[in-house]
């Protein structure tokens, strides 16, 4: 007992609270500052490029997005049973979790199964018109959370009221960004399935331009007066989160079709900043964290937490291939379904579709303050 108290105590120093995730360099690159600079460059490159674009991202979907998503499940489905039953979580957070964790997969997973039965290519479009239209609610609250993260870490806080001002700006962009892509009726194709934009009225458009407009700059004002009362200072790569997931990653998502195809790498590439930090600090309380391996070979990768964030990740990395690739094709093998109303790739698009929007539900309790997981582990 005495020895597993002192490997306690010295994980515990190990995981000494700093400014950052991982660094100045690191957290600026990983939360959004890199989308600042591949952005211009991409405006450089000619869309004839376009193929080897596509190809670049699909293979880095396997190292980045598959297992953002993947490492949603780990974190939320770790010890469920607890959380269920509410051992260590109030009741809004129990509800919480069972509503995301249970009611809302068994809610789609009928919806899906019976679009599938009944062939009904028109209500399953409305599924992609539904994840299109949470994709952006998700971007700006991550990045809301990013901003909020950053600046627990610098100690540069904000109020209810600033908290207020920057979630009516992420929502007013988002609302933006979707009309914009719903000015008129179009058709389009996911993944063999085809679905409809919305044809909004043009003056609900031009409100909500307005609305962001009017939502941006009572932002900027705000931030300006953090500033001068943090001591001139702000969680500026917090900021920087904020703004590319608002409006490089959401608002102007569009300008260019190559930018549209990094976008997804880049959201995942900042919720895994997050994620690997918050894994790293769980591992460092795990018995033995300080320890070394007995293999020689692994070592060299230092103590034994930082082994067991490696096989987090990796964990993270089989479980998005087997979620997106080989479950859909068994399913597509195993399962028969009228081809010619529904394509031949009708599982990837339910697969894609349930997994897109359930991790929305799932982080929106994961990462909610007041859940006590995220205090112990997170802001450290």
């Known amino acids: 007992m005495a020895l597993d108290l002192s490997v306690e105590t010295s994980a515990r120093k190990a995981a000494t609270p700093g400014k950052y995730l991982f660094g100045p360099v690191a957290d600026f690159l990983m939360l959004g500052g890199s989308a600042f600079l591949i952005l211009p460059i991409l405006l450089l490159v000619p869309l004839e490029y376009e193929g080897p674009v596509a190809a670049t991202m699909v293979i880095v979907a396997y190292a980045v997005n598959y297992p953002h998503f993947a490492h949603s499940y780990q974190i939320f489905y770790r010890n469920f049973g607890r959380k269920v039953r509410g051992d260590g979580y109030d009741k809004n957070l129990q509800r919480r979790y069972i509503f995301a964790g249970i009611v809302v997969p068994v ?12 062939a009904n290519a028109r209500l ?108 001139r200072a702000l969680p500026y790569n917090g900021l920087v989160a904020y703004v590319a997931s608002l409006y490089l990653w959401i608002l102007i998502a569009r300008i260019n079709p190559l930018w549209l195809l ?10 895994l900043a997050v994620v690997w930090r918050y894994q790293t600090n769980v591992e460092r309380d795990g018995s033995g964290a300080v320890g070394y391996p007995r293999l020689k070979v692994l070592s060299l990768l230092g103590p034994l ?60 309790v994961m990462w909610r303050r007041g859940n006590p997981e995220v205090s112990r582990y997170l802001f450290r």
Do not use: C
Not at 107 to 118: Q, S
């Open 262 to 271: 990094v976008v997804p790498a880049l959201h995942s590439l900042q919720y």
């Open 124 to 231: 399953l479009g409305y599924a992609a018109n539904a994840m299109f239209f949470f994709v952006g609610w998700h971007y700006v609250k991550q990045g809301y959370g990013m901003l909020m993260v950053d600046a627990v870490l610098k100690r540069k806080f904000f109020d209810d009221r600033d908290k207020k001002v920057l979630l009516v700006n992420s929502y007013a962009v988002w609302i933006l960004a979707w009309l914009q892509t719903n000015t008129a009726v179009t058709q389009g194709n996911y993944y063999g399935l085809e679905y409809y934009t919305f044809s909004a009225p043009s003056w609900i458009a031009n409100i909500a331009l307005l609305a962001a407009i009017a939502s941006t700059a009572a932002t900027v004002a705000m931030l300006i007066n953090r500033w001068r009362r943090n001591g």
């Open 305 to 364: 937490y930082r082994l067991r964030v490696l096989g987090f990740i990796v964990g993270g990395a089989a479980l998005g291939y087997l979620g997106f690739w080989l479950i859909p094709m068994a399913m597509t093998a195993l399962i028969p379904y009228d081809k010619q109303v529904l394509g031949s790739s009708l599982f990837f698009f339910i697969v894609l579709i349930f997994i897109n929007v359930h991790h929305y539900f799932l982080d929106n």
């Open 107 to 118: 809610i789609m997973g009928v919806f899906f199964a019976y679009g599938a039965a009944t």
